[in-house]
């Protein structure tokens, strides 16, 4: 029987609140990331509320998918003698959520009086941990699209920020590219910070280059 995990529980939360939503367009009102309501109302939940719905079933499915891949690795690494130890699931659980909150800042001053503007997901939250995971373990072969796990982290990483950010100034989609990228940035920076704040054994960056370098036989 597998072991319930703190990105086992995040999912099957997740999971729960979305399907509900799904078929209840108050649930969706009240927790989804509205500007003008933290704006006007001081409804600063919203911030990380808007994790826990998505607006279909493949949204959420893609979402989860991705954050069972990657969280059930950074949670063990997280939880290494190497990085956190006994904090590390702590840890874990604090960079979720702040990366609910981090990836959404700039998406707060650029609409915070825009009334028709809403956001829903944990897209920038499962970013973070994704990679966080590219930062752990450059190598890990990912997928991009239409192709199949072939891609080393490392490559994945780069072409992953480039697309969203070309997305996120043609802004011809309803996807938040901006919380994406934020969430990305936060992920590794906040391992990075960590890490140097409690000095660890593990130095991520310092071991993120060796890893590529290996990787490339150099």
């Known amino acids: 029987m597998e072991q319930l995990t703190i990105t086992l529980i995040i999912i099957i939360i997740t999971g729960l609140i979305s399907f509900t939503a799904f078929s209840n367009q108050k649930i969706i009102n009240d927790l989804i990331f509205y500007p003008p309501a933290i704006t006007k109302h001081n409804q600063w939940y919203r911030f990380f509320t808007c994790g826990l719905i998505h607006a279909d079933i493949g949204h959420l499915l893609f979402n989860m998918l991705s954050l069972y891949m990657f969280g059930e ?3 063990r690494s997280f939880s290494s003698e190497l ?6 699931k702590i840890f874990y659980i604090v960079m979720y959520m702040l990366a609910l909150f981090v990836c959404l800042i700039p998406t707060f001053f650029k609409h915070k009086n825009d009334y028709y503007y809403r956001s829903l997901g944990a897209s920038g939250a499962v970013s973070a941990v994704v990679f966080a995971g590219i930062l752990l373990d450059p190598t890990v072969k990912i997928g991009f699209f239409f192709i199949p796990p072939v891609i080393p982290g490392y490559i994945f990483g780069p072409l992953y920020l480039i697309i969203s ?3 996120e100034k043609q802004a011809k989609d ?3 590219h901006s919380a994406h990228i934020w969430g990305a940035l936060f992920g590794i920076a906040f391992i990075a910070i960590l890490a140097a704040i409690l000095q660890t054994e593990y130095q991520p960056l310092e ?10 036989g150099m």
């Open 73 to 75: 690795f950074v949670e």
């Open 83 to 88: 990085l956190f130890a006994d904090k590390g």
């Open 165 to 167: 950010t070309v997305l």
């Open 174 to 176: 309803n996807v938040n």
């Open 207 to 216: 071991q993120f280059v060796a890893k590529v370098k290996n990787s490339l």
